[in-house]
């Protein structure tokens, strides 16, 4: 009986020690099992997403000249304030508000009966004083006569000879007299002095203006017109040390100018005028330049900028400007290598030259830049380059 009883309890143990070995033995299969599922599932899940597709462009070699930009406002050419010049009520104002008018076109016209009288009153003033003058003129010859005679005395021909004075006198006062009321009766009609722009009029018909009424209207002369910029006190060094440095004179910048829209102006300019002083506050010395406007493409006010070619054009690697960012450190580019992954690569920028910047230093000629598609790629990522629309496969 005491063996039976040792055996049941070394039997229990066993089977007790062999269903704690099963259940960890599962365990550990079943951790493998989903370690593997796991693995499977990363697998199959890299292999589901493909890498994102981005537009490519090569960095090209291209014939660039250097070019310094400015900013620059557009001013009028020539730009008068139309005022009135006599005292009236307005009659008339031929014209539409910012149109063209030409030289010499009627703009106001003033009341002019006032001055027509005047003018009358100065003609027969004018009319009066020669008479007197003829007839003083004649009793001086009798005087003479007279006194050769010995019937008058001299001092009755010098009284005579000094009423005929006044009487000139008074015909030279009455002539300034006419033309005096000849020019304000002129001045009723106010004409264009200058072909140009016409604002708008700042009284309507009706009104009474005079000198103090300030400024009628306002026309400017747009073609050409001036771009005004200022620059810098070393970069004006350095073009002038730059010129000094060449064989002979050299050839003038030509300067041209780039819209607000990024496009750049048909017209080239020609230097006009530089300033005989650098301004000590800013360190600037300003410049305008002369530009056609014959499509009235350009308006006073307007802001553009200058862009100064300061060297004959060179070979530089170029690429497009979609594809350069920025970053705390500078500018970088998406540099796509032969595995097909993205790198940022520093770089140097250059000018602009159209819709592509100059790389001056990071990338070489062929290299391979993302362009499009950039907000999808982040460094060392793999992507699916297409080839930007007009370049080769």
């Known amino acids: ?32 099992a989903l370690s593997g599922c796991e693995e499977a599932s ?22 660039v000249a250097e070019t310094a930009d400015f900013v620059g406002r557009v001013d009028a050419y020539r730009e008068v304030e139309i005022r009135a010049r006599v005292r009236g009520f307005l009659l008339d104002s031929p ?16 009341d002019p009966a006032e001055f027509e009288a005047a003018r009358d009153a100065a003609a027969a003033e004018l009319e009066r004083a020669e008479a007197t003058a003829k007839a003083a003129e004649k009793e001086v010859e009798r005087a003479r006569t007279l006194i050769k005679r010995g019937n008058i005395s001299q001092s009755v021909l010098d009284e005579r000879e000094a009423d005929a004075s006044r009487s000139k006198a008074d015909v030279s006062a009455a002539k300034a007299s006419l033309r005096q009321a000849e020019l304000e009766l002129g ?28 400024v009628l209207a306002t026309v400017v002369a747009i073609d050409p017109v001036h771009v005004n910029f200022p620059i810098s006190e070393r ?11 060449t064989e002979g004179p050299g050839e003038e910048p030509t300067p041209l100018l780039r819209l607000t829209n990024g496009d750049v102006y048909k017209e080239k300019g020609r230097f006009e005028f530089l300033d005989n002083r650098v301004d000590p506050t800013t360190g600037t010395i300003k410049l305008h330049a002369v530009f056609p406007n014959p499509d009235r493409l350009l308006l006073p006010g ?44 520093p770089v140097v920028m250059g000018p602009r030259d159209g819709a592509d910047w100059v790389v001056r230093e990071g990338l070489s000629e062929g290299e391979v830049v993302i362009v499009e598609g950039l907000q999808k790629v982040r460094p060392g990522a793999a992507v699916q380059p297409v080839r930007a629309e007009g370049e080769g496969q």
């Open 302 to 345: 307007q802001f553009v900028t200058v862009v100064l070619r300061e060297s004959a054009p060179e070979s530089r690697v170029v690429v497009p400007q979609a594809a350069v960012q920025a970053n705390q450190a500078g500018h970088f580019l998406l540099v796509v290598g032969e595995d097909n992954r993205a790198e940022a690569r």
């Open 1 to 32: 009986m005491v063996v039976d009883r040792q055996f049941r309890r070394r039997g229990g143990a066993f089977r007790r020690g062999r269903t704690a070995l099963l259940g960890l033995s599962g365990a550990l299969l079943l951790t493998i």
């Open 235 to 245: 970069d004006l060094l350095d073009y002038m040390q730059n010129r000094l440095g």
């Open 95 to 110: 014209f539409e508000e910012g149109t063209r008018v030409e030289k010499d076109q009627l703009l106001f016209v003033i």
């Open 42 to 63: 990363e697998q199959t899940g890299e292999a589901q997403v493909p890498p994102p597709s981005v537009v490519v462009a090569a960095a090209v070699p291209r014939e």
């Open 187 to 214: 001045y009723t009609e106010i004409r264009s002095p200058i072909a140009g722009r016409i604002g708008a009029r700042a009284f309507d018909v009706g009104n009474l203006i005079d000198p103090e009424s300030g």
